[in-house]
């Protein structure tokens, strides 16, 4: 279900419901004028300047630069709508705790569910940080990001399993029920169906916590926030979750251990459920990683030790450490020391070797020598990477690895006249997916690759102007999720970084 969009913020200050302001799922399926002036006459996409949920002049000044940058009248359409679809339709609360009012929150759903999933809202801010200053008014950016980052804490602390959560009780907004289970799973440790939307157990939703606390003390250098309100505890409860998930399946003497956690659903779609009651399949321990139940795509695992959201949770642990080093030396040693045994399991039992493409990193393994061997769209790829920081574009298992994902030799790497690019089993084969072009193209220095992925994508909108879900291959008019905001932003982030890295492309014609 859609949240409507009718929660219009004058900077931060929440106005009333605007009645007149129509569901952005169904906004977004339709075509509205002005259209633009390229071959793809692609629709405007932006709600009313009243019903958009957040506005910032820096953002609007980005847009108006931009214009002028991308000389492309369809690209400039695009970006012109992805940018700031974040902004314009999911900011859907904000305002103050109630057991402590100098505390911000802030409620960001990821699109067409009313929910706020931990990926989807770290990665949805993100298209925003180059802009982000440190700046303490209450109707700020940095304001947005202080608020998602205390109601994130608030998440972990109290539901460190899950994935996805309500509104907060303060926003005095109804919860949507999740009709594919959420309070009818079968889930341990048992939380109150109150607190979470989803409870799939995701290593890359914690790893997102960390990536928005990391963004935000980049960019604004605020040490002091950290210390005021509650992230130091949700570092903590994260690390002990995560600590108790290195363990295997077995004990030394071949009895089982404790399952830290369990998750089960009824359903007849096989990634949406755990086997062997829960616990999905068995994991040898002592490699140093850290088990995952589910993938960003909130597919379950074929194998737990899930490599890149092992990746991504090492870079960020230990970036992280640098701010906890204020608050608390110890847990930021202990920070750095788990960030450094990860990645060690990662370079000792996280490849393999391809009869192709030689060293490459696999996409999970479980311990014992079963290698699963393919890549996902969904953040952390393997394919992304360089773009949350692991590792360089250059390293030479990451080239091997990138030749791999984008080769027919992955079985999930999508092809046809349309878009070619890496989907999932999460909608299937036969869609690709543009946020996986997008990494792509962020993690590649190939003009030519660039030029061929931006025409692709300018021209797979089906005329709607925004970045789907996923798409069919062979026929655009074929897509999922009209209303998709991380992928939006995702493809503004790109072009914002194309604007620093390949001005010169910008220039030209994709017609």
């Avoid at 409870?199 to 990391?214: G, M, T």
């Avoid at 192709?356 to 996902?376: L, P, Q, T």
């Avoid at 069919?472 to 890295?501: I, V």
């Amino acid at each position: 279900m859609a949240l409507l969009y009718g929660l219009a913020l004058a900077g931060l200050a929440t106005a009333a419901l605007k009645p007149n302001c129509p569901q952005f799922t169904n906004y977004a399926a339709a075509l509205h004028e002005p259209f633009s002036d390229g071959v793809h006459k692609l629709s405007y996409q932006r709600p009313p300047p009243e019903c958009r949920t957040a506005s910032f002049p820096e953002v609007e000044k980005t847009i108006n630069e931009m214009k002028t940058v991308i000389k492309d009248p369809d690209l400039s359409r695009l970006f012109e709508n992805t940018f700031p679809n974040t902004l314009d339709t999911t900011i859907a609360w904000t305002g103050l705790a109630e057991e402590d009012p100098d505390e911000e929150l802030s409620f960001i759903i990821t699109g067409d569910i009313n929910a706020e999933w931990l990926r989807d809202s770290s990665n949805q801010l993100q298209s925003y940080r180059s802009l982000l200053v440190r700046n303490s008014s209450s109707g700020s950016l940095a304001a947005l990001y202080r608020g998602a980052i205390n109601l994130q804490a608030r998440y972990v602390r109290f539901a460190p399993h899950c994935n996805a959560f309500p509104p907060p009780e303060e926003s005095q907004i109804s919860p949507t029920p999740n009709d594919a289970g959420g309070a009818s799973d079968h889930i341990f440790p048992a939380y109150p169906t109150s607190s979470f939307f989803e409870c799939k157990y995701e290593l890359d939703s914690l790893a997102a916590f960390l990536q928005l606390s990391h963004d935000y003390h980049a960019a604004t250098a605020d040490k002091d926030f950290f210390t005021r309100f509650s992230w130091s505890k949700a570092v903590a409860v994260l690390l002990n979750i995560t600590d108790a998930l290195r363990a295997g399946t077995y004990a030394a003497d071949g009895t089982l251990n404790p399952s830290p956690a369990l998750f089960e659903r009824n359903s007849t779609i096989a990634t949406e459920t755990l086997a062997n009651n829960g616990n999905g399949a068995p994991t040898e321990g002592g490699t140093g990683m850290v088990r995952s139940f589910f993938r960003p795509s909130d597919d379950s695992c074929t194998y737990q030790l899930f490599i890149p959201a092992n990746m991504m949770f090492s870079r960020y642990l230990n970036s992280c450490a640098g701010i906890m080093d204020a608050i608390d030396g110890s847990l930021a040693d202990r920070m750095r020391e788990s960030a450094k045994v990860i990645r060690e399991g990662i370079e000792t039992h996280g490849k393999t070797t391809h009869p192709r493409f030689g060293e490459i990193y696999s996409y999970e393994v479980d311990g014992f020598g079963s290698h699963n061997v393919m890549d996902d769209a969904n953040i952390p790829s393997l394919l992304s990477a360089p773009h949350y920081g692991y590792l360089s574009a250059n390293d030479p298992v990451y080239q091997n690895t990138r030749r791999f994902v984008l080769s027919t030799s992955n079985p999930y790497q999508m092809r046809g006249p349309v878009l070619n690019a890496t989907g999932g089993p999460h909608v299937g084969p036969g869609n690709a997916w543009p946020m996986a072009l997008i990494a792509q193209l962020m993690t590649s220095d190939d003009d030519d690759e660039i030029v061929e992925g931006l025409r692709q994508l300018v021209s797979s909108t089906d005329r709607l102007g925004l970045i789907h879900e996923s798409i069919n291959s062979h026929d655009a008019s074929k897509w999922t999720r009209s209303w998709f905001a991380w992928a939006n932003g995702l493809f503004g982030q790109m072009m914002l970084d194309l604007r620093e890295r390949k001005p010169h492309l910008l220039e030209r014609s994709y017609q």
